[in-house]
């Protein structure tokens, strides 16, 4: 497990596996975000499965399955009321947690200044300026 810090209340990963439950809850993580479609991993990881087992381990669990393809606002509404019915450190996952830094620097457009997303994300290893344009239409849009 690669947890990476984008903000205190938010991390992102790459795929998690149900052993790796209890450390995330000693982490003091909530809730867990699966941005991965169970198009893209075997039975034992898909949202029935880590569904069961993440809240066995006392967290709330969100499927928000994510292509880059299909990554439209009812995700990133999605994902915004997930981090905020959480109730405190949310750990989102998907294949490489790019999806999920994308994800989350979308729901931030309009509430935190373009320059501080693309940094946020980049101090955690993804380097989504390209995203740029985007996050500031939507955040025009707000």
């Not at 198009?39 to 069961?52: F, G, K, S, Y």
């Not at 994902?79 to 405190?88: D, P, R, S, V």
């Amino acid at each position: 497990m690669n947890i990476r810090q984008i903000t205190p209340t938010y991390s992102v990963t790459p795929q998690i596996d149900t052993t790796d439950l209890p450390a995330i809850a000693a982490a003091g993580f909530k809730a867990v975000i699966c941005n991965r479609p169970d198009a893209e991993v075997p039975l034992t990881h898909q949202e029935i499965t880590m569904n069961a087992a993440v809240e066995a381990a006392g967290l709330k669990f969100t499927y928000i399955p994510v292509t880059h393809q299909g990554l439209n606002m009812e995700m990133v509404n999605a994902q915004a009321a997930a981090m905020e019915a959480a109730g405190g450190p949310v750990l989102a996952y998907c294949a490489s947690g790019t999806r999920s830094s994308i994800v989350w620097s979308l729901s931030q457009a309009g509430k935190m200044p373009t320059d501080d997303i693309i940094a946020a994300t980049a101090a955690a290893g993804y380097e989504l300026g390209g995203m740029r344009g985007q996050i500031d239409m939507i955040a025009n849009q707000t």
